[in-house]
């Protein structure tokens, strides 16, 4: 009897040296990933690993590449009423996934002050901001915002040019 569960194949990418923005832009539209730090603390033994649940850009991100598919197949009638929308969702999609790898592809070096946090989830937020750069990449998701209401705006438009 067959498994009703899919079995997702993890790969672990350690080095992107052979990568490129490109093939991130291509890889986010179809696939989830995580990223994992591994921190190194100066006279302290490594007992854990840390995966940065990087999650709402990711999920974002395949939501986003799901709407670009779907405006797609109605570009010419969008483009009669907003002009570039959806060059612009394409954009700002292939924007943020460049911003993505260019914060995940490089290993940081980060010099923390333990003695500066009371809570290990105070240093865990600490991590997250400095090495995903969380603000920048919440900052280029608020414009997919405008282009909703853009988008919104051009259906309406639309509806009312048909009724």
Known sequence: MASHHQRVKKKEIADFGNFDPQWFINFSRTHTFNV??????????????????????????????????????????????SPDSVKKVKRLFEEI????????????????????????????????????????????FSQVTDLIEELVEARRELFLKIS
């Open 36 to 81: 994992t730090c591994s921190p190194r603390i100066r006279d302290f033994e490594q007992v854990w690993d840390v995966t940065l649940f990087f999650s709402h850009a990711n999920w974002n991100l395949l939501l986003l590449a799901k709407a670009i598919d779907t405006l797609l197949d109605y570009e010419e009638v969008y483009e009669t009423v």
């Open 97 to 140: 996934s460049t911003d993505v790898f260019n914060i995940i592809r490089k290993p940081k070096r980060i010099d923390v002050d333990l003695s500066e946090f009371s809570e290990t989830d105070e240093i865990l937020k600490y991590l997250c901001e400095q090495i995903l750069d969380y603000s920048h990449i919440a900052e280029k």
